[in-house]
Nanobody, 123 residues
């Protein structure tokens, strides 16, 4: 089971760090990712990381602003989000594969999902 947290209200230009903690099983051998879904829009890929944490992948719109990382000792995935803008407003979901490596941006590559945490960027 995955539990996402860290969302909230932040002003444009601000920062937030999301966390995703795994329980019930270890996800240290699995690639993981963050997706988001804005109101009225489809869920979209944000960033992914391989099992070891040495390879990361980002959607173009977040490159240079967001950083995905993981601590396998704590069974936790992170998403550091900087320079937030209103277009980043969405429910953010963490997800896990059952393989070690990244394999594209499609949500159906990830069988395990957290419940989502809401990020609102507004002045």
């Amino acid at each position: 089971q995955l539990q996402a947290s860290g969302g909230g209200l932040v002003q444009p230009g601000g920062s937030l760090r999301l966390s995703c903690t795994a329980s019930g099983r270890t996800f240290g051998d699995y690639a993981m990712a963050w997706f988001r879904q804005a109101p009225g829009k489809e869920r979209e890929f944000v960033a992914a990381i391989n099992w070891y944490g040495d390879k990361t992948y980002y959607e173009d719109v977040v490159k240079g602003r967001f950083t995905i990382s993981r601590d396998n000792r704590k069974n936790t995935l992170y998403l550091q989000m900087n320079s937030l803008n209103p277009e980043d407003t969405a429910v953010y979901y963490c997800a896990a594969r059952t393989q070690r490596t990244y394999d594209g941006t499609y949500a159906n590559k990830y069988p395990y999902w957290g419940q989502g945490t809401l990020v609102t960027v507004s002045s």
